[in-house]
């Protein structure tokens, strides 16, 4: 059974790669750090540049359409797996970390959560098979011993990404997400950043990336873009080494 969905799950990610219409200039962004790269994107516009046209999804089934030839010319990842592992099969180049992610615990109210709400309280978590602040979050919760007691009281409600783990803890499914500080900046409410509970934000071009394109891609690393990524709470690659 696990097997046939595995197969269906495949035939689906085909069938959406070769049946979409072919776009030029297309970004492949993780989810949790798109408003800031739309931002960025728009910056760009006024410097000159052409508009990037983006697809917004989880790291790994972005990594996985783009191994199965989507037609991406470039992938803004919120971590390095990803990145690491197109570029360990020739399938991403130019790969290098733009800015640094920092997790947080949200929540939609005027009080930002404690640390010890944790214990007490039912929480969203992007999956963190594919998705960097889910790592991230699962990490933090097995340094504290919390991972296996919450997954085995069902008091952690896994989500496919930062936005459904935001939109789970503005209604009733639960009372906190760990997200990335640049989504929580975008939601509201209130948040509590977690210490040391960073992750490099890694992009690359792929092979059909033309000449505007690798323009953007500069741009993202440049000064200019630098004040946008930390007016959404990244820190800078090269100030924290």
């Known amino acids: 059974m696990k097997r046939a969905v595995r197969v269906f799950v495949i035939i689906m990610c085909v069938l959406s790669i070769w049946c979409a219409p072919v776009m030029a200039n297309v970004v492949a962004v993780a989810a949790g750090i798109a408003p800031c790269v739309e931002e960025v994107m728009e910056a760009y516009?006024?410097?000159?540049?052409?508009?990037?046209?983006?697809?917004?999804?989880?790291?790994?089934?972005?990594?996985?359409?783009?191994?199965?030839?989507?037609?991406?010319?470039m992938f803004l990842a919120s971590e390095p797996r990803w990145p690491k592992w197109l570029k360990a099969k020739g399938m991403l180049v130019?790969?290098?970390?733009?800015?640094?992610?920092?997790?947080?615990?949200?929540?939609?109210?005027?009080?930002?959560?404690?640390?010890?709400?944790?214990e007490k309280s039912k929480i969203a978590v992007p999956n963190p098979d594919i998705t960097a602040y889910g790592n991230l979050a699962k990490q933090y919760l097995d340094e504290a011993g919390l991972w296996d007691k919450m997954m085995a009281e069902k008091r952690i409600i896994l989500?496919?990404?930062?936005?459904?783990?935001?939109?789970?803890?503005?209604?009733?499914?639960?009372?906190?997400?760990?997200?990335?500080?640049?989504?929580?900046?975008?939601?509201?409410?209130?948040?509590?950043?977690?210490?040391?509970?960073?992750?490099?934000?890694?992009?690359?071009?792929?092979?059909?990336?033309?000449?505007?394109?690798?323009?953007?891609?500069?741009?993202?690393?440049?000064?200019?873009?630098?004040p946008i990524w930390t007016k959404w709470g990244f820190l800078s690659p090269d100030n924290t080494k």
């Open 94 to 118: 130019d790969v290098h970390a733009f800015a640094i992610g920092q997790l947080v615990m949200w929540r939609f109210s005027s009080e930002a959560p404690c640390e010890s709400d944790i």
């Open 159 to 226: 989500v496919g990404n930062a936005p459904q783990a935001v939109v789970a803890a503005k209604g009733s499914a639960a009372e906190i997400a760990f997200i990335p500080l640049s989504m929580a900046i975008k939601a509201g409410g209130n948040y509590t950043p977690l210490s040391g509970m960073t992750v490099d934000q890694v992009g690359g071009l792929t092979i059909r990336a033309n000449e505007e394109v690798r323009k953007f891609w500069i741009f993202c690393r440049s000064e200019r873009s630098f």
């Open 45 to 73: 516009v006024e410097a000159g540049g052409e508009k990037m046209e983006f697809v917004k999804e989880a790291c790994g089934p972005l990594a996985n359409k783009i191994a199965m030839g989507a037609p991406y010319d």
